[in-house]
């Protein structure tokens, strides 16, 4: 395993992901950060919930994009990526109380969301990198492998019934870890 996955293409690290390498997530969630955060201001203004929980809103849905991402589909990963954060900031949005659909109907190119954040100070980058990276370690140390596989299923939009199942759970038991897990991602 490499000291550092700056050589890894993005859907290097997805598969590393998928993989359960949670340094190889830090290194994706520190080269998506402007799109991230571009996204996220996408929602300014329209009732949106705080910045931060968009952002986390967005490696969540960074992080289903790594896991469910499949090479051979025809699309690159940052399409694919771009495509997943906007939609998981979205649901945050409407699950906040949003009802501004003209912001949930534009959008704006990949190109352009990494070149407005290539102009920030990369001190800015470093910090942040550092915030997602050991709150991802904080992610892995807290959650028990049962609620990190929930979340996962959840997270690709596996059915209720489906992921119990696959689980070898009763959903009751499975809406149990996901409420954990919801609840120990809240607490960081």
Request: hydrophobic share 35%; aromatic share 10%.
């Amino acid at each position: 395993m490499p000291e550092t996955y700056q050589e890894y293409t993005d859907a290097g690290l997805a598969q590393l992901v998928r993989q359960g390498q949670g340094d190889a997530f830090a290194e994706l969630s520190a080269r998506y950060l402007g799109l991230i955060r571009g996204k996220a201001r996408r929602f300014e203004g329209a009732g949106a919930p705080e910045k931060e929980d968009l952002w986390q809103e967005g490696l969540l849905g960074l992080y289903a994009a790594a896991i469910t991402y499949k090479p051979d589909a025809g699309t690159s990963f940052s399409s694919y990526a771009g495509v997943c954060v906007f939609n998981r900031m979205a649901s945050a949005v409407r699950r906040h109380g949003n009802n501004g659909n003209r912001v949930l109907n534009e959008s704006v190119p990949l190109e352009e969301l990494r070149s407005s954040a290539a102009g920030e100070e990369p001190q800015v980058f470093l910090e942040l990198r550092e915030n997602f990276q050991s709150f991802w370690k904080e992610l892995e140390r807290s959650l028990s492998p049962l609620e990190r596989r929930a979340l996962g299923l959840y997270l690709n939009g596996v059915p209720r019934q489906e992921a119990a199942q696959r689980l070898s759970l009763s959903p009751r038991t499975y809406d149990n870890a996901l409420h954990r897990a919801r609840k120990k991602i809240k607490a960081l």
